[in-house]
């Protein structure tokens, strides 16, 4: 089901770049006190773990998007709204994300779904009757809706939120290298080949040199050069056509919740679900404004209003008190 969102944007806040810009670098917010826990992963490599305490019967997972970090303006933003509503959370950070590097070669991607369903196995162990939902923003989402695409009826999520997925991994990399978007791919793709290079020289058996990460200069070729070969896709293309959670809509049997603004300056408006992509499991939410990952409105006094810190809750407290 395809559904118009009510958000409006500030009105100088119009601009989908300004949304974006705003909400992720503009914005100054503490984050709240959380216990940090490693879990260690059954390959043999680890994730961070950041739990929030709350009073809540149940919990929400999160998920960031690329080279997301604990200063992510949306996690902490959230994880507020959290707080201040007492419920109980636990953010995953992706392999190497947390501020130490992992200890494989290989990290995370789009598709990379096998450490978001060991954390939900490993949080269902330790408290069967605790009910779950989670939220994934952007390369999280995507990886979100493709976990609930292959567990299908199986999803032990009450409910699962993605805000700003890349529908079509392919579309998103030629709208990163088209125009103004290109200032989002450039930031990316910095810290991304900084990455790579500080932990090339202890992995000998890297299927590329530093000076292919060194030429580097589009999130394409990133992935042909890099993410593509370090898990197993035969280039780029395979990689977004296997990953992508467009294919994986359809075949979601558990409830599901995407909020998506049809300006996002990260993908192309085309990738955008039609009705029939979706199962009836699947309502999407579009606005016609809100940037990536941004939905700034306005408050009655003027002052920038975060509306996904409100509407997330809003969506997660319908379903678990149905």
Sequence with gaps: MIVQSEFAPARWLRNPHAQTVWASTVRRIHLPTLQNERLELPDGDFVDLFHLAGTS????????????TLESNYLKGLLNALKRLGICATLMMFRGCSGEPNRFLRTYHSGHTQDIRYLISVLQSRNPQTPLAA????????ALLKYQGEEQAAS???????????????????QLNRGISKIYQRHLIKLMKKKMLIRLPVHTN??????????VQTLYEFDDKITAPLHGFDGADHYY??????????KIASPTHIVYSRDDPFFECESIPREQDLSSYVTLELSDHGGHVGFVAQSPTGMPNYWLEQRLPEIIGAKMSA
């Design 135 to 142: 939220v994934g923003y952007s390369l999280g989402g995507n």
């Design 57 to 68: 019967q149940f919990r929400v997972c999160l998920f960031h998007g690329l080279e997301g």
């Design 241 to 250: 056509t296997e990953c992508s959670s467009k294919k994986y809509l359809h």
């Design 156 to 174: 032990p999520l009450s409910i699962a939120i993605a805000v700003s997925p890349p529908f079509m991994l392919a579309g998103g990399a030629r």
């Design 206 to 215: 890297a299927p590329f040199a530093p000076k292919d990460v060194i030429g």
